[in-house]
Nanobody, 126 residues
């Protein structure tokens, strides 16, 4: 089973940039659809972005389009989330998740992902 570890979260000011990393072990991320979710206090886990396993195509929630970008380094077995023009409403714990099989309609559904990292805190001050 794949193991996921996120890193890169920190406290920063609005307008800043940050790159989160999701490093995998025990299996290759190339065999998984990989997504980022975030969860702010008192809210449900929200889909942010994802790489489709077979096509490598990406999907983003509307609120981060044009600001966040996914990338991957297969040699390092790592997926990155580059976050630019950060806003206070981006403050959350960011989780990496992976699924071997996923139907298209479930891409943005947290329960569809079997593997999760522990999360990394991103705090954006105004």
């Amino acid at each position: 089973q794949v193991q996921l570890v996120e890193s890169g979260g920190q406290l920063l000011q609005a307008g800043g940039s940050l790159r989160l990393s999701c490093e995998a072990s025990e299996d290759s991320l190339m065999y998984y659809t990989v997504a980022w979710f975030r969860q702010a206090p008192g809210t449900e886990r929200e889909f942010v972005a994802a790489f489709w396993r077979n096509t490598g195509r990406t999907a983003y929630v509307d609120s981060v389009k044009g600001r966040f970008t996914l990338s991957r380094d297969n040699a390092k077995n790592t997926v990155y989330l580059q976050m630019n023009s950060l806003k206070p409403e981006d403050t959350a714990v960011y989780h990496c998740a992976a699924a071997r099989t996923l139907i298209p309609s479930a891409l943005k559904t947290a329960d569809a992902y079997a593997y999760w990292g522990q999360g990394t805190q991103v705090t954006v001050s105004s």
